[in-house]
Structure formats: C-alpha cells, structure tokens
C-alpha cells in the first residue's frame, strides 16, 4: 500500500478514473450493439449518429485511442450502408 500522501492521492484518482472509464465503456459497447442489432435502416442511422458522436467524445478524453474510435466508426457505417 502507497505510505506517502501524494501516493495515496493517486491511488484515490486512479480509483475514480477506472469507474468513470469502465461505465463509459460498457456505455459505448452498448450503443455500438444497439447499431449492430438494429432491424430497419432508419432506425439504425440514427442510433449510429449517436454512437459515432459518442466515439469521438470518448477518444477526445483519451479513454479508446482514436484509430480505435475510427475504425468502430468505419465498420458501422459499412454495415448501416449494407442494409436496405
């Protein structure tokens, strides 16, 4: 365990930081399943301009690297794009 308190301060941060990371996560894993899931190609356009925004906030933060943000946002819309 961390003995010095600027230690034990980054200890605290780091604690805080992995729980917002991990809730952002499984937010994004989420809506990137709600694109892949949807029936009908309206319906699907719009849940990917939500995911595509929400991608891009998530790599501004640096929580996914932002090829990782490019490439998620790449293959879904090739996919949205095969539907009819």
Same mark, same amino acid.
Not at 40 to 55: G, H, I, S
């Given at each position: 365990?961390?003995?010095?308190?600027?230690?034990?301060?980054?200890?605290?941060?780091?604690?805080?930081?992995?729980?917002?990371?991990?809730?952002?996560?499984?937010?994004?894993?989420?809506?990137?399943?709600?694109?892949?899931?949807?029936?009908?190609?309206?319906?699907?356009?719009?849940?990917?301009?939500?995911?595509?925004?929400?991608?891009?906030?998530?790599?501004?933060?640096? /929580? /996914?690297?932002?090829?990782?943000?490019?490439?998620?946002?790449?293959?879904?819309?090739?996919?949205?794009?095969?539907?009819?």
């Amino acid at each position: 365990m961390a003995q010095h308190p600027s230690a034990l301060k980054r200890a605290r941060a780091s604690k805080r930081r992995e729980l917002r990371n991990t809730a952002l996560k499984t937010r994004m894993k989420t809506a990137v399943k709600r694109v892949r899931t949807a029936t009908d190609k309206e319906k699907a356009l719009v849940e990917l301009k939500k995911t595509t925004k929400l991608l891009d906030q998530m790599a501004a933060k640096g /929580i /996914i690297h932002k090829n990782k943000a490019a490439n998620s946002k790449s293959a879904l819309t090739k996919l949205v794009n095969k539907m009819s």
